[in-house]
């Protein structure tokens, strides 16, 4: 089955620090990948719409000098946080589309990764 | 959806009764809803879909149904069990995309 992997699991930075994190879709390409967010005891947030070779789409009120996202191959998605700050500490989930997928609109998640800014 | 708080519905139900949880969906337009579960710290895992041309559909334990209408889904659970506590969320998305606009949450517990 499709897997997508996130790197790192969890991470703890001190507050102004830049974390990046990893998105990888191990067995299949990816031309769209999604970046989530989620607080405790709430539902996932879309944050951006990264596209391979082009510029993410963010959504609104998620700065994009921020949260910084890179999609620069088929199989690897990277979403930094830049100077990141206590309010910022969340559960980031992404997601990949399977390009050469035959169901429709085939979206798989990775496990996430839990990022804690002291 | 719409993300209301810092608290989660709660279903709690007996091991090997029924469970029925449910969603509100906001976008009239939408054309394709999934149910996903999640477990604690982990990401959302797909449990079953349904496109707007359907009003039913069934999979192993698990039924979705969908009234347009009143945009409402429901996801039902037969014969529930432990291994299904998690949160459950309803996602919906348009046609012409692939973004998924997630539901509020139900948390399950089921009892033994």
């Known amino acids: 089955g499709a897997v997508v992997s996130q790197h790192p699991s969890w991470v703890i930075c001190k507050s102004g620090t830049s974390v990046k994190i990893e998105c990888r879709s191990l067995d299949f390409q990816a031309t769209t990948m999604f970046w989530y967010r989620q607080f405790p005891k709430q539902s996932l947030m879309l944050m951006a719409t990264?596209?391979?070779?082009?510029?993410?789409?963010?959504e609104q009120g998620v700065e994009k000098d921020k949260f910084l996202i890179n999609h620069a191959s088929l199989t690897l998605s990277t979403l930094t946080v830049t100077s990141a700050h206590p309010e910022d500490s969340s559960f980031y989930i992404c997601?990949?589309?399977?390009?050469?997928?035959?169901?429709?609109?085939?979206?798989?998640f990775g496990p996430g990764t839990r990022l804690t800014v002291l | 959806g719409e993300n209301v708080g810092l608290h989660l519905p709660t279903l709690s139900v007996q091991e090997g009764d029924n469970s029925i949880i449910n969603c509100a969906y906001s976008?009239?337009?939408?054309?394709?809803f999934i149910w996903y579960k999640q477990e604690s710290g982990k990401g959302p895992q797909f449990i079953i879909d349904?496109?707007?041309?359907?009003d039913k559909r069934q999979g192993q334990r698990v039924t979705v149904l969908l009234n347009k209408t009143v945009k409402h889904l429901s996801l039902q659970i037969a014969a529930t069990q432990p291994g299904d506590s998690a949160v459950y969320f309803c996602?919906?998305?348009?046609?012409?995309?692939?973004?998924?606009?997630f539901g509020k949450g139900t948390s399950l517990l089921v009892t033994p």
């Open positions: 990264s596209n391979e070779g082009s510029k993410a789409t963010y």
């Open positions: 997601s990949a589309v399977n390009s050469g997928g035959s169901s429709y609109n085939e979206q798989f």
């Open positions: 976008n009239s337009a939408s054309d394709y």
């Open positions: 996602a919906e998305t348009l046609n012409s995309g692939y973004a998924l606009n």
């Open positions: 349904i496109r707007s041309n359907m």
